[in-house]
């Protein structure tokens, strides 16, 4: 199965396929906007406005499975992004990213880049994927990766 054909649900609520970023480089990341690393959506707001005319998006994916460090509805996570971050890059549906009821695509992710000693699990908010514009993931970044550290790869794919 192709990336492209996973069905994902917008923050507002409309399911759709990835299939609208076929042949853009992405950066696909499990958000939380009550984590310490949730001053990371400003960075990578930053990536998202610097190189979207080139062919790149972050995907936002907010997800409390992390201590509940996400809030409980859409249109609060939205407004907390929007409001506090700057955010418009796409954000979906909050989600889960680990164990039975992960989200296929986060399933499909932590097989195709695994972390540190070889884990597919992901072990905490604002874990990272490059997909690069064929589709491939090509690498997994941490949580304390900070996005202008990737800005180099992003380039590279670009």
Known sequence: MSMYEFEVMTIDGEIKTLEA????VLLIVNTATK????????????????????GFAVLGFPCGQFMNQELDHNEE????????????????SKIEVI????????????????????????KWNFTKFLVNRQGEVVQRFAPTDKPEDIEKEIKKLL
């Open 35 to 54: 984590c310490g690393f949730t001053p990371q959506l400003t960075g990578l707001q930053k990536l998202h406005e610097s190189y979207h005319d080139q």
């Open 77 to 92: 996570i939205k407004q907390v992004c929007q409001l506090n971050h700057g955010v418009t890059f796409p954000l979906f």
């Open 99 to 122: 164990g039975d009821q992960a989200h296929p695509l986060f399933a499909y992710l932590t097989n195709e880049a695994r972390g540190v000693l070889g884990s597919k699990a992901i």
């Open 21 to 24: 970023y076929k042949g853009s």
